[in-house]
């Protein structure tokens, strides 16, 4: 009898912490820092809290802003869930030299900065977290290192983030 007075009080605390959602800050990143005109480059955020689970057994998606010095407006992207219940979501965008920036077609000029920006409103305090990302459009035959130089370090891919595993690359639609 005296065991069940001690094993109760531990069942009462240690469910809700087992079943509780956990929450973390968001990170985002283009697949390279430094990208070509006329051309599709990725996004991709990680975000476990952004797993909603609504649907089971189908990939979550939700939007992102990118914009560009020549094109400071912008547009939204969606990004997708790269496997169900991965936390690990990729978005597309078409980086162009000319015409107009429309749907998933950025207009960027060769030396421009792209920008990505993630509004986290997963935080553990209620509170939302901009994160930002950044990549330079390549000028041909130059050395881009001075231009990434530039860019915020915060905004630029840190060299611990994590790869996409192959799992997930080989299994993502």
Known sequence: MNILFLIVPLLAFSIPVAFAESSNVGT??????????????????????MNKKEYPNFADKFTISVWSDSSPDGLEIQVVETGVYSGIFKGRVFVADSGDTVKNRLVSMPGDTV??????????????SDIFSAAIVKISGQNMQSLLDNIDPKYRMSSSV???????????G
């Open 162 to 172: 994590e790869k996409v595993p192959s799992w997930i690359k080989n299994n993502a």
């Open 28 to 49: 985002m990143y283009w697949k390279q820092e430094i990208i070509s005109s006329n051309s599709f480059v990725d996004i991709y955020v990680h975000d476990n809290d």
């Open 115 to 128: 920008y990505a920006k993630y509004v986290d409103f997963t935080m553990p305090d209620g509170s939302t």
